[in-house]
């Protein structure tokens, strides 16, 4: 569904009360009153640079994650400057902290738009930081690029999300599952908006698939005490578990899954939110042997990845991995830049109108965007963390799986985005 440009603006204080209220699980992006007039954007393209926001927890229990995003968003800016800007003009980076928690990406979003007059904002992580964001966005009529994996069920005239939706991850994810002879799943996630709602879906595809649902547990957001938790694990006797834990929580959570001998081999845990990152955080030795879902591995043998790893290690450090969530931060950038370019032109209604087709020679393969959904085309991989500490393909779609937010095309799925 997509949500009309023009919107009434909001103060601080009432974009914060509509985000909290959005965070319910799959919520529609949907207005059912009249459109208002959005505040004239204040974005100057009068002098040689352009302001870009970068939104990203640099603290909190999220950092682990966002500072590694902040820094590929980094790398693309420098390249793209390098590169002779976008339209001419340089890229003028503002950045700000959100510290984990989605009151505070709403109000550093709205400084972004309307103070610091940004052109576009990339960045959040967690959907409860992405729900908060997207009335301020809707709103004032600006553009979010939304980098990370999520639960789907949302579409928005003013997101671009260039991680996966559901069907470009968790469904892939679970169709390796049942290749491989699993018929019941415990599921482990953080207490928020994409674990939720992510096992809201994986219960209706395991019930149109003949797997059984041992137990559902959730843990709140830098959450660190999981001996109850993995003990239910153990005692439940499942074929698998599937993570959504995000965060800190992964690092106490393996360290006690594997405190209790629990194995990849006996029972493994299919996690969708640990990436090359995090693995260091973890302990390599707590998580190897462990499959994870995802679009894109710095293992991946391609010469445009090939390329974005050495630049990425030539910045940041030869010890420096590269992940998912920061190949699709990186990715959203250039992808803007061609959205802009195409359209002559930094106006919101402009880019929209030219982002369907817009394509990028990415690290992970070719993306295009979808004109009608403001998702990409994405390959899935199931992959294997190694001894080395890097993810190894394990399982691969093949080809580029489109975007289908609602699930529209999977009939067990009827009625989980109502």
């Known amino acids: ?77 420098e390249q793209i400057n390098a590169a002779g800007g976008v339209l001419g003009k340089q890229l003028a980076v503002v950045a700000e902290d959100g510290a984990s928690e989605p009151t505070i990406f709403a109000e550093k979003a709205q400084k972004l738009i309307r103070s610091d007059c940004v052109a576009a904002v990339f960045g959040g992580w967690t959907s409860s930081s992405r729900k908060a964001m997207l009335p301020v966005f809707e709103s004032n009529d600006a553009l979010l690029f939304y980098p990370v994996q999520y639960e789907g069920l949302e579409s928005s005239e003013n997101i671009f999300y260039t991680g996966a939706t559901t069907n470009q991850q968790i469904i892939p994810a679970l169709d390796y599952l049942k290749e491989q002879g699993v018929t019941s799943l415990f599921l482990v996630g953080s207490d928020y908006v994409f674990p939720q709602t992510a096992n809201k879906i994986i219960k209706a595809y395991a019930a149109a698939n003949g797997i059984e649902v041992r137990g559902e547990e959730y843990a709140p957001l830098g959450h660190t005490d999981f001996a109850t938790i993995v003990s239910k694990v153990r005692d439940a006797g499942a074929g698998a578990v599937f993570n959504t834990l995000n965060g800190d929580s992964n690092v106490a959570f393996f360290k006690e899954y594997r405190n209790l001998g629990l194995t990849p081999e006996a029972m493994p845990v299919l996690s969708v939110s640990i990436a090359e990152e995090e693995v260091g955080g973890v302990g390599v030795d707590n998580i190897v042997g462990q499959p994870v879902a995802w679009n894109y591995y710095q293992t991946l043998d391609s010469q445009a990845n090939q390329q974005f790893v050495e630049a990425f290690k030539a910045k940041y450090g030869s010890d420096r991995v590269t992940s998912d969530p920061m190949e699709a931060a990186y990715t959203s950038l250039w992808l803007w830049k061609g959205m802009v370019e195409k359209a002559g032109s930094f106006d919101v209604a402009a880019v929209q109108e030219a982002a369907g087709g817009v394509s990028y020679d990415a690290p992970e393969g070719t993306v295009t965007v979808n004109g009608e959904n403001h998702h990409i085309a994405k390959t899935a991989l199931i992959g294997k963390i190694g001894p080395d500490g890097l993810i190894h393909t394990e399982w691969s779609s093949g080809a580029p799986i489109e975007p289908d937010p609602f699930l529209k095309t999977y009939p067990w799925a009827s009625g989980l985005a109502s």
């Open 1 to 77: 569904m997509t949500t009309p440009r023009s919107r009434r603006t909001l103060s601080t204080a009432a974009v914060l009360a509509v985000g909290i209220a959005l965070s319910a699980c799959g919520a529609r992006v949907d207005d059912p009153g009249g459109p208002a007039a959005a505040a004239p954007s204040c974005v100057d393209t009068s002098g040689p640079e352009v302001k870009v926001g970068f939104l990203n927890s640099r603290s909190g229990t999220m950092a682990i994650s966002e500072n590694t995003v902040f820094d590929s968003l980094s790398l693309a800016a």
